[in-house]
């Protein structure tokens, strides 16, 4: 039986990512991927000679290892996994794997809703301040990938739950704690304890130097704050209370950020990102940003000119005076809620995929508010009609893109707002959340 220093299970970005990084290090490596390989990452792995094998696990060549580096999207509760974890085999995340080898300054974005918009808002003022910074983690290019390659100065990471999972000496310098709201509870016993206690190893290993922002109108992270005994410093961010000390607050309008003494004041309307979650993410960069140091004056250029990431709140066109809107990055009900609390008009409400155990009742009040049709896209929408059936607003069924975006066009009237935002997952019907949201762009010029 072969021995590697390191097997790498999955070979998508973090996966080949982390088996360049394995090989510039001079370490024995191996990629497994149960299905088939892309034929991008295939010749990458080609290209560094680096062995591989697809469509299958090798359980000798895997378990022989003295690391094993897994894939955020297999879960832990996998039989091959389990047995490493059984035969003392350490399973971590790319993010781990990567961190052992950089000595750059680490701002990490977590939450169940906004870490990319907060990731990359953070990423551009970083940028526009002239700062050498790399984009990773569940956004950008390979955090391995860059370690190994380009060798950043600063990395601003979007970490997931299941990245957090893997992650065990790995600490942020900077910590981010957006919200957290049920997500995934699949993958934690349906347990919403054991996915709080996931969110909170974002701070795991922090010091007295080190920064933990956190909202502090999140009613889950102010009740785990309290149970726990947090080393670093905290720098709460909130829109209905006023900080006393640093951190950021709304008053009378305006934004507040307070750090060192030193604040920063904007208007809301100055913000390139509008609605209330946007004010949360918009905080959250700046304090992120502020304490690194950037002038306010670039936080604030920053903060007007960003342009908002696709599949989130994007605008596609305006037809027959009915705007269409992506939102096909919401795959849960907190996402969805957010979206639907910031439109400002009546809405054509596109919804509908792979459930992940959604409780709709959470979005009644908006729906009943600012709803006038639902057009369900799924394979299977009882749920969906069976929640909202009570509402006197129009419902229908569709299963396919072009279907539901022609239904807009026939249920929708001038300055109505036709929104898709599926609060579900999008494997019944679509790739990925990207196909989602490209099948409806495309279907919406086709109009």
């Known amino acids: 039986m072969r ?13 080949t990512g982390a088996a360049v990084l394995a090989k510039t290090k001079g370490l024995n490596v191996f990629v497994s991927d149960l299905g088939r390989i892309n034929d991008k990452y295939k010749n990458v792995l080609l290209n ?12 000798d060549q895997i378990l022989g290892a003295n690391t094993i580096v897994k894939s955020p999207g297999i879960p832990d509760n996998v039989a091959l996994v389990q047995e490493a974890i059984n035969i003392k085999v350490p399973v971590i995340s790319e993010l781990e794997f990567a961190y052992r080898y950089t000595n750059a300054k680490l701002v990490c974005i977590t939450g169940s809703n906004g870490k990319t918009t907060t990731t990359l808002l953070t990423h551009h003022i970083c940028k526009k301040a002239g700062l050498n910074a790399g984009l990773a983690g569940n956004v950008g290019n390979s955090f391995a990938w860059q370690v190994a390659k380009n060798k950043h100065d600063i990395y ?64 889950t992270i102010i009740r785990e704050i309290q149970k726990r005994n947090i080393k670093s410093k905290k720098y709460p961010f909130s829109i209905n209370e006023i900080i006393d000390g640093e951190g950021a607050w709304l008053e009378n309008n305006q934004i507040i950020i307070n750090i060192k003494s030193n604040r920063l004041i904007m208007t809301m309307e100055m913000l390139a990102l509008q609605g209330k979650h946007n004010i949360y993410n918009s905080m959250a960069s700046s304090v992120a940003s502020k304490l690194i140091d950037i002038r306010k004056e670039t936080i604030k250029a920053s903060l007007s000119d960003f342009q908002n990431i696709e599949h989130r709140l994007e605008v596609v066109a305006n037809v027959m005076g009915i705007e269409f809107i992506n939102d096909s990055k919401a795959t849960n009900i907190n996402s969805t809620w957010y979206a639907l609390e910031s439109m400002q008009r009546k809405v054509i409400w596109i ?46 069924e569709t299963k396919s893109m072009k279907e539901a975006v022609r239904y807009a066009i026939y249920l929708g009237e001038k300055d109505d707002i036709a929104l898709l935002s599926p609060a579900c997952a999008s494997f019944d019907l679509f790739e990925n959340y990207i196909d989602r949201g490209n099948q409806f762009k495309e279907a919406v010029k086709e109009l």
């Open 3 to 15: 021995q590697y220093d390191i097997v790498i299970l999955g070979s998508g970005e973090s996966g």
């Open 48 to 59: 560094h000679d680096i062995p591989f094998e697809e469509g299958k696990h090798s359980k």
């Open 156 to 219: 601003i990471l979007e970490v997931s739950s299941f990245q957090l999972d893997g992650m065990f000496e790995f600490k942020a310098d900077i910590a981010v704690l957006l919200n957290i709201t049920p997500d995934h509870l699949d993958r934690y016993n349906n347990s919403f304890s054991k996915y709080a206690d996931s969110k909170f190893r974002i701070i795991q290993n922090q010091k007295a130097e080190d920064a933990f922002i956190y909202c502090a109108d999140d009613t």
């Open 351 to 396: 919804v509908g995929g792979l459930d992940k155990g959604n409780d709709y009742s959470h979005l009644m009040n908006l729906v009943r508010d600012k709803v006038k049709a639902i057009i369900c896209l799924g394979v299977d929408n009882k749920k969906i009609f069976n929640a909202f059936a009570d509402l006197p607003i129009t419902m229908v």
